[in-house]
């Protein structure tokens, strides 16, 4: 073992290794209960997501363990799985097996683009700037979909948005998770989301015992393998769909992937990260396995951060999580009795972490702060992650020419931004 994941070479040991895994585990295994939650939302059955979840979080971490070789794990990204039901299904009318035949495609498409050198080109065309503005832009979308969820902020047909009940119990208990999600966080608490998470939903259990279901069971036998339905591959509203998932599953994976290379000991002295492109692709692989089985676009996960921090450094770290992702298929019946109103605020606390790269925007250049704005804050409004990705590629291509900086519009923001107009073409004329 200490060969095969070269730990002394890397300056661990195989109990840091499993410390490390259980670190990264703690600290995401609450998308065990909230991405079936959100999948349900699409028609699913949550126990067909449920299996799904786990065998596409088990199949993607222990390819980036076994074969890549980074201590990091793969999951169902937030965000693309909030965009699966509430854009895609609810938003586009698609039945749940035709988001799952985009997904497919999208995946499929990225993983070529992966293997290509187009990846590596492209990377260094996009601004960093609308990089940051498409991750701050889907951070609120989070946001708006969890205050929905936990009756927070509710339709209203004079404001558009209004507040919701603050005199029923759920609403009261969804703040309170929410707070104490952030509370255990700042103390560095593993597992935080997922204890506050347990913690809400005792105490809902406890004023509604018939809600609460068991502990432990044999795993489900509902499926929703190999269900992707292409009958709408050739619309304008399935191109439009793959047009987002790939870029956006594009963006999450690499600035996460980038971002986690120091601490996993993948930098190199000249800055290229070692063993990027196999990183990639095993997070490409599980997005394909991901859709096969039913479940929404897969991701590296910047909670592996959580057992980077713990010391890990080889795929063991990976292994690992997966063992342990693998072992919740027992407790089916437990993730399914957690009501709404305690993972509801989970999506709000996800969101808070999209946020973090404005601090690096010159908001004094306007030619830059407005484009990030515009991406920001229509995602939310328009409850399109599309419409922010084009109309902000609209307004930086604008911005920059009338401002004389034509110099900073490379050849990657011209191919999004013709994308962003067909995707228009297609929304409008479609």
Same mark, same amino acid.
């Not at 292409?230 to 793959?242: D, G, H, R």
């Given at each position: 073992m200490d060969k095969f994941f070269k730990i002394s070479e890397q300056g661990s040991t195989i109990r840091t290794e499993m410390q490390a895994g259980l670190s990264t585990f703690l600290t995401m295994a609450f998308i065990v209960a909230v991405n079936p939650a959100i999948l349900s939302d699409s028609g699913i059955d949550f126990g067909a997501a449920f299996v799904a979840t786990i065998i596409a979080t088990v199949f993607g971490t222990l390819i980036m363990g076994l074969w890549a070789g980074w201590p990091v794990a793969v999951a169902p990204g937030m965000g693309l799985n909030a965009f699966f039901t509430y854009v895609v299904v609810f938003g586009y009318g698609f039945t749940w097996q035709q988001a799952l035949a985009a997904v497919f495609v999208s995946s499929v498409i990225f993983f070529i683009f992966s293997a290509s050198r187009l990846r590596g080109w492209l990377i260094r065309s996009i601004p960093k700037a609308l990089q940051i503005g498409i991750t701050a832009g889907i951070g609120l979308f989070l946001a708006i979909i969890g205050l929905t969820g936990a009756g927070i902020i509710v339709d209203n047909?004079?404001? *558009?948005?209004?507040?919701? !009940?603050?005199?029923?119990?759920?609403?009261?208990?969804?703040?309170i998770g929410l707070i104490l999600m952030a509370g255990l966080e700042h103390r560095g608490i593993k597992?935080?989301?997922?204890?506050?998470?347990?913690?809400?939903?005792?105490? %809902? =259990?406890?004023?509604?015992? !018939?809600? /609460?279901?068991?502990?432990?069971?044999?795993?489900?036998?509902?499926? $929703?393998?190999?269900?992707? !339905?292409?009958?709408?591959? *050739?619309?304008? $509203?399935?191109?439009?769909?793959?047009?987002?998932? /790939?870029?956006?599953?594009?963006?999450?994976?690499? %600035?996460?992937?980038? $971002?986690?290379?120091?601490?996993?000991?993948?930098?190199?002295a000249d800055g290229s990260v070692e063993g990027l492109d196999k990183a990639t692709l095993a997070d490409t692989s599980a997005s394909i396995v991901g859709a096969a089985v039913g479940t929404s676009n897969m991701t590296t996960?910047?909670?592996?951060?959580?057992?980077?921090?713990?010391?890990?450094?080889?795929?063991?770290? $990976?292994?690992?999580?997966?063992? *342990?992702?693998?072992?919740?298929?027992?407790?089916?019946?437990?993730?399914?009795?957690?009501?709404?109103?305690?993972?509801?605020?989970?999506?709000?606390?996800?969101?808070?972490? /999209?946020?973090?790269?404005?601090?690096?925007?010159? =908001?004094?250049?306007?030619?830059?702060?407005?484009?990030?704005?515009?991406?920001?804050?229509?995602?939310?409004?328009?409850?399109?992650?599309?419409?922010?990705?084009?109309? %902000?590629?609209?307004?930086?291509?604008?911005?920059?020419?009338?401002?004389?900086?034509?110099?900073?519009?490379?050849?990657?923001?011209?191919?999004?931004? %013709?994308?962003?107009?067909?995707?228009?073409?297609?929304?409008?004329?479609?």
């Open positions: 047909p004079d404001t *558009l948005i209004g507040l919701g !009940d603050l005199t029923t119990a759920p609403v009261w208990l969804a703040i597992g935080s989301i997922l204890i506050a998470i347990l913690a809400i939903s005792i105490l %809902g =259990w406890s004023t509604t015992p !018939d809600s /609460f279901g068991g502990i432990i069971s044999a795993p489900p036998e509902a499926s $929703a393998l190999f269900q992707m !339905d292409f009958s709408a591959i *050739l619309t304008p $509203a399935f191109l439009s769909v793959v047009f987002v998932m /790939f870029f956006v599953d594009f963006f999450d994976t690499t %600035g996460t992937l980038t $971002a986690i290379a120091g601490p996993a000991g993948k930098r190199n996960y910047l909670e592996s951060a959580a057992g980077l921090r713990a010391g890990g450094r080889t795929g063991l770290t $990976a292994v690992i999580v997966a063992v *342990l992702f693998l072992s919740c298929l027992f407790f089916e019946p437990l993730f399914a009795s957690i009501p709404a109103y305690a993972t509801a605020p989970a999506l709000i606390f996800v969101a808070s972490s /999209f946020m973090s790269g404005l601090r690096d925007i010159d =908001w004094d250049d306007v030619s830059q702060a407005l484009p990030v704005l515009v991406t920001v804050i229509l995602m939310p409004l328009t409850f399109s992650i599309a419409a922010g990705i084009a109309f %902000g590629f609209f307004c930086y291509v604008g911005c920059k020419m009338l401002a004389g900086k034509t110099s900073d519009l490379t050849s990657g923001v011209w191919v999004i931004t %013709g994308f962003a107009a067909l995707w228009l073409m297609l929304t409008v004329w479609g």
